[in-house]
């Protein structure tokens, strides 16, 4: 069985400052943990993914997140928010021994303050 | 490569009309899903598939039903729709080897 928690549904950043999304999964099998972020009225889109090897990840427009087993954490990360970072981000986590299939958190929407 | 895409974007039904909600990929993946979103609550897995001819019930698959009769289409289908089935659904695809889920556009669907 696999679940993931998202700490807070709305987060508001000021451009510039740090954005911080937290997720936190349970999961029977070795896990493959994913961000995703959905722009309005679009699909999901891969932000980056924890596999295999070394746990600090780097996605595209400058996220990371980094796997910490003894947590059961991934954390999402970007040093600088950009107007343009202001979306729904999705945390899930899928095992090989189920399908691959994904459970995900419940999101987290970011808006960023001019 | 168009990716996946989803057919139609938007459709309101009345309760109790059917539907079929159909995906097409063109990446010759091996695995589909189908998953509901609703406020607050993530994505949710419908049914999924792992090769043509197979499917599997996932984490809410009450009042649906889904075919894979090619492998690049993969077709969920409500035969009696409920207030209740009023979402955006979204399709993934996936190839064998790999890890990720590429996501279709969404569908929107109202019942009234």
């Known amino acids: 069985a696999q679940s993931v928690t998202q700490l807070g549904s709305h987060v508001s950043v000021s451009e510039g400052a740090l954005v911080l999304l937290r997720c936190n999964y349970s999961?029977?099998?070795?896990?493959?943990l994913f961000w995703y972020v959905q722009y309005p009225n679009q699909g999901l889109q891969l932000l980056l993914k924890y596999t295999t090897g070394a746990t600090l990840v780097k996605g595209i427009n400058g996220f990371e997140a980094e796997f910490k087993k003894s947590e059961t954490s991934f954390h999402l990360t970007k040093p600088s928010a950009h107007m343009s970072d202001a979306a729904e981000y999705f945390c899930?986590?899928?095992?090989?021994?189920?399908?691959?299939?994904?459970?995900f958190g419940a999101g987290t929407t970011v808006t960023v303050r001019a | 490569n168009a990716g996946v895409t989803q057919t139609p974007k938007f459709r309101v039904l009345k309760t109790g009309q059917s539907m079929t909600l159909l995906c097409a990929q063109d990446m010759n993946h091996e695995y589909m899903y189908w998953y509901r979103q609703d406020p607050g609550m993530g994505l949710r897995l419908i049914h999924y598939s792992v090769g043509e001819g197979t499917t599997a019930k996932g984490e809410v698959p009450d009042g649906y039903n889904v075919s894979r009769l090619k492998k690049q289409n993969f077709l969920l289908g409500l035969e009696s729709a409920a207030p209740s089935q009023t979402s955006v659904y979204f399709c993934?695809?996936?190839?064998?080897?790999?890890?990720?889920?590429?996501f279709g556009p969404g569908t929107r669907l109202t019942v009234l």
């Open positions: 993934a695809s996936k190839r064998g080897t790999g890890n990720e889920q590429f």
């Open positions: 899930a986590v899928s095992g090989a021994s189920n399908d691959y299939k994904l459970s």
């Open positions: 999961s029977s099998v070795p896990p493959y």
